[in-house]
């Protein structure tokens, strides 16, 4: 079964722009989560997606959206980007199971650069 | 605000010797901890995960959780130099399946 796949793996871009990045999750599964990694701050949640809704969401500022297709292929989409945005962007696959015990498995990830 | 505390490292041990990571967490609520393997400019990889108090063990690896003390830990037994990298404890709570991790643990085994 094909892992959980990310594009673009590499990114850069400059202050002021906007980025939108991809991720399909392993087949069958039917959520999608967002995580930030930076030197400083770790690795931290952004927001999970699952049957087209977003269920949770992390600490971080409406620049930072995202949204889920029937197919459960997931974009993010981050504007007006800023130096502190620059991070590896990791998308996690899970069945989505609530209440815990739901395994995520990661994507290679999206190194993104702002300029 | 929820957090899980790991001791940064780096941990460094001899090839063959057993590794022990820790991992510390704040809330009582917390229902399921993993396990994950980071090598370095790579995303993370699961190694395991633990729902229950006790031990669970797969291969050269066994967690440990104490849910009454608040930590799960990781031991790595006959550790290899391709075990170097850095170990990250992940938390999943009840209300939502987000993961808060711990800062990582940075493993070297030394050959």
């Known amino acids: 079964k094909a892992g959980v796949t990310q594009t673009p793996r590499y990114l850069i871009k400059t202050r002021g722009q906007q980025v939108t990045l991809s991720c399909s999750p392993i087949?069958?599964?039917?959520?999608v989560s967002w995580y930030q990694q930076t030197p400083g701050q770790g690795l931290q949640f952004l927001f999970e997606?699952?049957?087209?809704?977003?269920?949770n969401k992390g600490n971080f500022p409406g620049r930072f959206s995202g949204r889920q297709f029937s197919n459960s292929r997931s974009e993010m989409n981050v504007s007006t980007l800023e130096l502190g945005d620059s991070a590896l962007y990791l998308c996690?696959?899970?069945?989505?199971?609530?209440?815990?015990?739901?395994?995520?498995?990661f994507g290679p990830g999206t190194r993104l650069t702002v300029l | 605000q929820k957090e899980v505390e790991q001791n940064s490292g780096p941990l460094s041990v001899p090839e063959g010797a057993i590794a022990s990571l820790n991992c510390t967490y704040s809330?009582?609520?917390?229902?399921?901890f993993f396990w994950y393997r980071q090598y370095s400019g790579k995303s993370p990889e699961l190694i395991m995960s633990?729902?229950?108090?006790g031990d669970k063990e797969d291969g050269r690896f066994t967690a440990q959780l104490n849910k009454a003390s608040q930590y799960v830990s990781l031991l790595i037994r006959d550790s290899q130099p391709s075990d170097s990298a850095t170990y990250l404890c992940?938390?999943?709570?009840?209300?939502?399946?987000?993961?808060?991790f711990g800062g990582g643990t940075r493993l070297m085994v030394k050959p």
């Open positions: 996690a696959s899970s069945l989505g199971s609530s209440g815990g015990s739901d395994t995520q498995y």
């Open positions: 633990i729902y229950s108090n």
């Open positions: 809330d009582r609520v917390s229902q399921s």
């Open positions: 087949s069958g599964h039917r959520s």
């Open positions: 997606y699952f049957s087209e809704t977003q269920r």
């Open positions: 992940a938390v999943q709570y009840n209300a939502g399946n987000m993961l808060t």
